[in-house]
């Protein structure tokens, strides 16, 4: 079997696509990161070899997400791109003709306006954390119900409760307030739900046109109340696709296929890399006034990667130092 991998590491989640010569993704994986994403990159891939024929070959591996540039260090990957470019490379694969993609993640959300297959514009929220599933996590496990169970008990809200949601702050406390005064749990969900639109299209959609056909992707997606609020407020249906919750994954092992098919042998380390010992580590520069923070990365006590340096002096050196062995 020959085939392509994406890994797309998140602050909440790391998820890792396998995905044949065909484009047809065979092995998805959604893990927990845990302010660990070398170390869960290294037990998604063991995982991933388990489930994979032994005879397997990688052709291609691309990175996308926060941890994009650490992880495609430590796995050779062939393509490193941002999270705008394999969300949108995804969602026009799996939803050919997508001129509007609705992300929302665990601790940031976005949105991508597509034109004949390509981003004419975007925008993402990375500081309010009402438009996020982790707000939608701690409500739940304050009204003592399971996640997965939230979207469900929402569509059965038939009078949805008004409630703030500019701010997490707020709309937690207006929440509250609801509650006190009465108003059944099935309302005040699907007012939950409706709050959350209402802040995405007013921060991350502001000034954005938005068209048909919508595609809603990232964990929130799995939510049915937020699909059910997002077709109230917008007016039009929104589709959710299969792998609605790996999608910068697909999109990731996407471009790793189109960057080695250009004749570029692949740079993919092996699955050997789930089991070789990196660390991190950090140091200030004193070399100017900038001070800046460089990070370090070690493979078997080996420096093999530095970043942050403005202006390369660290960086530069080690690729030097490579070149020259």
Not at 204 to 220: D, L, N, S, T
Not at 250 to 265: C, N
Request: glycine content about 12%.
């Amino acid at each position: 079997m020959k085939g392509y991998l994406g890994i797309d590491v998140g602050s909440v989640s790391t998820n890792i696509v396998f995905m044949n010569e065909a484009t047809e993704v065979l092995e998805s994986l959604y893990l927990r990161t845990n302010g660990q994403p070398v170390a869960t990159v290294q037990r998604g891939l063991k995982q991933l070899r388990s489930k994979l024929p032994a005879n397997t070959i990688v052709k291609g591996v691309g990175t996308t997400g926060s941890g994009r540039q650490l992880i495609g260090i430590v796995t050779g990957a062939d393509a490193i791109k941002n999270e705008i470019t394999a969300h949108a490379v995804a969602a026009s694969h799996l939803v050919p003709g997508v001129q509007t993609v609705l992300e929302i993640g665990g601790q940031d959300s976005k949105i991508i306006i597509l034109r004949d297959g390509v981003v004419a514009d975007f925008a993402m929220n990375t500081v309010c954390a009402a438009g996020t599933g982790s707000f939608l996590d701690q409500q739940a496990s304050r009204l003592n119900i399971a996640i997965e169970e939230f979207g469900d008990l929402a569509l059965k809200g038939r009078s949805p409760v008004r409630i703030a949601g500019r701010c997490a702050v707020f709309a937690e406390s207006d929440m509250i307030h609801k509650q006190q005064m009465g108003f059944n749990l099935e309302d005040i969900l699907a007012g939950l739900c409706e709050a959350l639109v209402r802040n995405y299209l007013n921060n991350v959609g502001k000034g954005k046109e938005i068209r048909g056909p919508v595609v809603f992707q990232g964990g929130v997606a799995a939510n049915v109340g937020m699909r059910k609020a997002f077709e109230k407020a917008l007016g039009l249906p929104v589709q959710v696709p299969k792998y609605y919750n790996v999608m910068g994954a697909v999109g990731a092992a996407l471009l790793a296929k189109e960057t080695v098919s250009k004749g570029i042998p692949t740079r993919f380390k092996g699955f050997g890399v789930a089991d070789v010992e990196y660390k991190a580590g950090t140091f200030e520069c004193d070399g100017c006034p900038n001070l800046c923070e460089v990070i370090e990365m070690t493979e078997a006590g080996q420096v093999i990667a530095r970043w942050g340096d403005r202006c390369g002096k660290w960086a530069n050196a080690l690729a030097a130092s490579e070149a020259a062995i």
